[in-house]
């Protein structure tokens, strides 16, 4: 057998085993987008009978196999990579490749989107402590600088988003670069104010409950929210189809999305306990965050008045939170965790990114300059990759807002990867007689190919219309598994003309 130095790039990854059980888990909540969910990710789409708190129950509820595949195999094969070292070892080397490569393309994708449309965010929390308090400044910064990305804004404007988004990206990798570890603390520190202002939210709503009515009244009058006295906790005309219809939009905003904390495992320290934890811990939070906040809104405000309001897209948890607070202190704190989430999910990404990137390159199938690392534990070159691309994909939506929008319906690419990671830990479980990742293998499986044709035939994901296939986003998937393909087929014959076979690598767990 080839020494391990000739099938890898070296014998030892170099990165730092320093990433604690808190950075995991705020890793995982990153990637889980409790805040997103509730902003106006999923409530504005809730048609009449369908609950979204028992909607979050039951998309938590499905999502505990894969929660047991992705712990289970996180414990059993730690390293950089997570997933894709899985599909790769246990499924094929070409094909985990080429989907982590698509993968990667649909991440960047989707973060350099992120971070344009977080003016969504901004803009709304100008606009209701502006009104609310009557204060022009804020109402002007909402009219002509941070306005709604959504609603046609100027290529002026499209600039000034385009460069805050740019300049922030770059201050998050040059933390990363300089020391792995302050990435990481940067995604903690967010994450734990992120959390902290949601749970502050819930606090104020709960606080405000038994005169909502009066107090939500300035909001509503401003903004042209209808209205209703009738107040009740569950629909008389409750639909178990219209609850199950809000399935996916839990599904592929939130609670799959657990790869984070093992992309990085090679990096735990206390290893066994953070392996085992960090994705229980951080599903668990993410779902009583999520269903706790939709809960409360129906108790408060009452269900009849969440679904006339809801569709406006300016009344949500987070809006209402903001309304209620009662003083500019606790507004801005509440306003600024809306707004801090959106950079919250873009650092983790640039951790995860990162750490595919350096998987691939230590494989081989990417350049080995991407697997070189720092004095600190820093993946530089494949930072400087992930900056490279964001900033070119961060153009899309300054020349066209409507093909930035339809970049969302990529989000087909990840469910696809998700679903081969858990068959790969459902044919791990084969191989070596675990029976509980056959079957919850099989079960997550099941789920995620529903999610997979969810992503690809349901039109609020964006890859079809109701006119049929959205072609700019058919067109980008095309071209993200055209690329991976070629990538990994030059990859292979380049080192094939020096004597190394690439797929050997699929052959043996990297090492650590």
């Known amino acids: 057998m080839a020494s391990s130095s000739k099938i890898f790039v070296r014998e030892s990854s170099g990165l730092i085993k320093d990433v604690s059980l808190?950075?995991?888990?705020?890793?995982?909540?990153?990637?889980?987008?409790?805040?997103?969910?509730?902003?106006?990710?999923?409530?504005?789409?809730?048609?009449?009978?369908?609950?979204?708190?028992?909607?979050?129950?039951?998309?938590f509820v499905l999502s505990i196999p894969q929660i047991i595949?992705?712990?289970?195999?996180?414990?059993k094969i730690r390293r950089t990579g997570g997933d894709y070292v899985w599909i790769t070892r246990n499924i094929d080397g070409r094909l985990g490749s080429i989907l982590a490569l698509s993968y990667l393309i649909q991440s960047t994708a989707f973060f350099a989107i992120i971070a344009f449309f977080s003016a969504s965010s901004v803009n709304a929390v100008l606009c209701v402590i502006g009104k609310l308090d009557g204060n022009p400044s804020l109402l002007y910064l909402a009219s002509h600088i941070f306005v709604n990305p959504y609603c046609s804004p100027t290529l002026d404007q499209r600039l000034i988003f385009y460069g805050i988004s740019a300049l922030f990206f770059g201050i998050v990798i040059a933390l990363n670069i300089r020391k792995?570890?302050?990435?990481?603390?940067?995604?903690?520190?967010?994450?734990?104010?992120?959390?902290?202002?949601?749970?502050?939210?819930?606090?104020?709503?709960?606080?405000?409950?038994?005169?909502?009515?009066?107090?939500?009244?300035?909001?509503?009058?401003?903004?042209?929210?209808?209205t209703t006295s009738s107040k009740v906790f569950f629909p008389s005309d409750f639909s178990i189809f219209a609850t199950l219809a809000l399935l996916p939009m839990f599904a592929l905003y939130t609670y799959p999305w657990i790869n984070a904390g093992p992309a990085v495992s090679?990096?735990?320290?206390?290893?066994?306990?953070?392996?085992?934890?960090?994705?229980?811990?951080?599903?668990?939070?993410?779902?009583?965050?999520?269903?706790?906040?939709?809960?409360?809104?129906?108790?408060?405000?009452?269900?009849?008045?969440?679904?006339?309001?809801?569709?406006?897209?300016?009344?949500?948890?987070?809006?209402?939170?903001?309304?209620?607070?009662?003083?500019?202190?606790?507004?801005?704190i509440i306003g600024l965790g809306v707004i801090l989430w959106n950079f919250y999910t873009l650092s983790y990404g640039v951790v995860m990114f990162s750490r595919y990137v350096f998987a691939l390159s230590f494989d081989r199938v990417l350049p080995e300059k991407f697997s070189e690392v720092n004095k600190y534990g820093s993946p530089v070159y494949a930072h400087l990759l992930d900056l490279t691309i964001t900033l070119i994909l961060l153009a899309v939506p300054v020349m066209s807002v409507s093909a930035a929008t339809s970049l969302y319906g990529t989000t087909i690419l990840g469910a696809v990867y998700l679903l081969f990671g858990v068959l790969a830990?459902?044919?791990?479980g084969f191989k070596n007689k675990e029976r509980v990742l056959q079957i919850a293998g099989i079960i997550a499986a099941g789920y995620l190919s529903y999610l997979a044709y969810e992503a690809a035939t349901n039109p609020l994901f964006g890859f079809t219309t109701s006119s049929g296939v959205n072609m700019i986003t058919l067109t980008f998937v095309a071209s993200a598994y055209a690329f991976a393909i070629v990538?990994?087929?030059?990859?292979?014959?380049?080192?094939?003309?020096?004597?190394?076979?690439?797929?050997?690598?699929?052959?043996?767990?990297?090492p650590e």
């Open 180 to 226: 792995a570890s302050w990435g990481y603390k940067l995604v903690t520190g967010l994450g734990l104010f992120s959390i902290l202002s949601l749970i502050l939210g819930i606090i104020v709503i709960g606080i405000n409950a038994s005169d909502f009515a009066t107090k939500i009244a300035p909001f509503a009058s401003a903004f042209n929210i209808p």
């Open 22 to 59: 808190t950075d995991a888990i705020m890793l995982n909540l990153g990637n889980l987008s409790a805040g997103e969910a509730l902003f106006e990710s999923i409530s504005p789409y809730v048609t009449q009978g369908g609950v979204l708190w028992l909607a979050s129950v039951l998309a």
């Open 487 to 510: 990538v990994y087929f030059a990859s292979w014959y380049k080192h094939k003309r020096e004597g190394i076979d690439v797929s050997t690598a699929f052959k043996e767990i990297p």
């Open 266 to 332: 090679a990096e735990f320290r206390n290893a066994e306990k953070v392996a085992k934890l960090n994705i229980v811990i951080a599903s668990l939070l993410t779902f009583l965050l999520v269903t706790g906040a939709f809960l409360e809104m129906d108790l408060v405000a009452g269900y009849n008045f969440n679904i006339s309001a809801y569709p406006t897209f300016i009344y949500n948890f987070w809006t209402v939170a903001i309304a209620l607070a009662g003083n500019p202190v606790l507004q801005w």
């Open 69 to 75: 595949v992705y712990t289970l195999m996180t414990l």
């Open 425 to 428: 830990g459902a044919v791990y």
